[in-house]
């Protein structure tokens, strides 16, 4: 079955350091690739996507993704991460059944 | 994009009892899902509304328990029905405008349910 895995739950830095937050996904002939984040008490908010082109995404907020067709990964990027950038981010994709599916999740915890 | 409201945006229940959850859309959309996200868990897919016809459920949601409602193309309810504490949980309404894959979904504010 196709599926995604977010492979660090909790992913804890210091304001303004660099952070990724890594996403790989089991190999299909198509891959339709998002990321989502959800701030506290909030609903979910896309933040990139990945459908085809360029396998450099830049999303909102300064987050970009790479897509690696190779490593089947899609690894979320901040060269410099705020406070406000605390919440928890989910990697999603597409199924054979034209469903969403997504990771577990990873918590990012951004400290002064 | 799409701007989906959804109400109530939270609620106490009593086990037993029944709660309608209402997702508006700002425009027509083609497709509306409904998702469930257990405390400090990821989404999971309940259901497709389809307008005018019965919703599709995924593998471990019926319909006894998770009737679904699209009367158009911008409106659909989700009742939680005879609710237990098991049943606390975030419901997110969430749709896709184009109607093809790929095509991106945008996620309502979301329903806190606590049941007692």
């Known amino acids: 079955a196709q599926s995604v895995t977010q492979l660090d739950s909790q992913v804890p830095v210091f304001e303004e350091a660099p952070v990724e937050l890594r996403c790989n996904y089991s190999?299909?002939?198509?891959?339709?690739l998002f990321w989502y984040v959800q701030y506290p008490n909030q609903g979910l908010q896309l933040l990139l996507k990945y459908l085809s082109g360029s396998t450099l995404v830049k999303g909102i907020n300064g987050f970009e993704a790479e897509f690696n067709k190779s490593q089947t990964s899609f690894h979320l990027r901040k060269p410099s991460v705020h406070i406000s950038d605390t919440a928890e981010y989910f990697c999603?994709?597409?199924?054979?059944?034209?469903?969403?599916?997504f990771g577990q999740g990873t918590e990012l915890s951004v400290k002064p | 994009s799409a701007v989906i409201s959804q109400k109530p945006s939270r609620d106490i229940c009593q086990r037993g009892t029944s709660l309608t959850i209402q997702c508006q859309v700002d425009s027509q959309v083609t497709m509306m899902f409904w998702y469930r996200q257990q405390p400090g868990q990821s989404l999971t897919l309940i259901a497709t509304?389809?307008?005018?016809?019965?919703?599709?459920?995924e593998s471990g949601f019926v319909i006894d328990k998770f009737p679904i409602s699209r009367p158009n193309l911008t409106f659909s309810t989700l009742t939680v029905s005879n609710m237990s504490p098991e049943d606390s949980s975030i419901y997110l309404c969430?749709?896709?405008?184009?109607?093809?894959?790929?095509?991106?979904?945008?996620f309502g504010p979301g329903t806190r349910l606590t049941v007692l």
């Open positions: 999603a994709r597409y199924n054979q059944g034209g469903k969403l599916i």
């Open positions: 190999s299909s002939v198509s891959v339709y």
């Open positions: 969430s749709v896709e405008t184009s109607g093809t894959i790929p095509d991106t979904q945008y």
């Open positions: 509304a389809n307008q005018g016809s019965e919703a599709t459920y």
